[in-house]
Antibody, heavy 120, light 111 residues
Framework: QVRLQESGPGLVKPSETLSLTCTVSGGSISNLYWSWIRQSPGKGLEWIAYMSYGGSTSYNPSLKSRVTIPVDTSKNQFSLKLNSVTAADTAVYYC??????????????WGQGTLVTVSS | QSALTQPASVSGSPGQSITISCTGS?????????VSWYQQHPGKAPKLLIF???KRPSGVSNRFSGSKSGNTASLTISGLQAEDEADYYC???????????FGGGTKLTVL
């Protein structure tokens, strides 16, 4: 059973960098694609970005200039770094396995999510 | 404002069947057989129920079924149980600048 767990600060100051890590167990991040997705009251669910171990990455155009997804294969982890945050970035952040390009672009495993609040 | 439209809430009594719709356009729902459905209980991770419009992952009850007609996909839950009370979301592949778009979610209440 693949399990994902998000970790990181729950409070970030405006203009600073939001940093979250997703630790994967029960499966290797060297396979398939892995995404960050967020959910805010005002905008619903929003796909942020995906990465693959092979180096393929894609970002939501609305966030592309502020997002990176570092990978640490030795720890089976991938991260999200979102810089220059504002209150609009307050949301529950999820990591998930997917999209599955060989099937129906589904996300078959998700973390429980972590609430990040942007506030001074 | 979500790209895919779902009813905010639906309800049903135990044993009944309910259907949740997910309406998009020819650029997403109508253009691909790539609609998936998820169940989310409060504070829990979303769980994949349906992928490729009609397929169920191993371990998902056959009380959950999916279908599509034109630009609208549907999730049907038969034999409603109290444990089905949760939020349900649809996701579709899209021709847009992102690989997927999301529905706004539907809260299912089991009366």
């Amino acid at each position: 059973q693949v399990r994902l767990q998000e970790s990181g600060p729950g409070l970030v100051k405006p203009s600073e960098t939001l940093s979250l890590t997703c630790t994967v167990s029960g499966g290797s991040i060297s396979n398939l694609y892995w995404s960050w997705i967020r959910q805010s009251p005002g905008k619903g669910l929003e796909w942020i970005a995906y990465m693959s171990y092979g180096g393929s990455t894609s970002y939501n155009p609305s966030l592309k200039s502020r997002v990176t997804i570092p990978v640490d294969t030795s720890k089976n982890q991938f991260s999200l770094k979102l810089n220059s945050v504002t209150a609009a970035d307050t949301a529950v952040y999820y990591c998930a396995r997917g999209p599955n390009f060989w099937s129906g672009y589904e996300f078959d495993y998700w973390g429980q999510g972590t609430l990040v609040t942007v506030s001074s | 404002q979500s790209a895919l439209t779902q009813p905010a809430s639906v309800s049903g009594s135990p044993g009944q069947s309910i259907t949740i719709s997910c309406t998009g356009s020819s650029s997403d729902v109508g253009g691909f057989n790539s609609v998936s459905w998820y169940q989310q209980h409060p504070g829990k991770a979303p769980k994949l129920l349906i992928f490729e419009v009609t397929k169920r992952p191993s371990g998902v009850s056959n009380r959950f079924s999916g279908s599509k007609s034109g630009n609208t996909a549907s999730l049907t839950i038969s034999g409603l149980q109290a444990e089905d009370e949760a939020d349900y979301y649809c996701i579709s592949h899209t021709r847009s600048t992102t690989p997927v778009v999301f529905g706004g979610g539907t809260k299912l209440t089991v009366l």
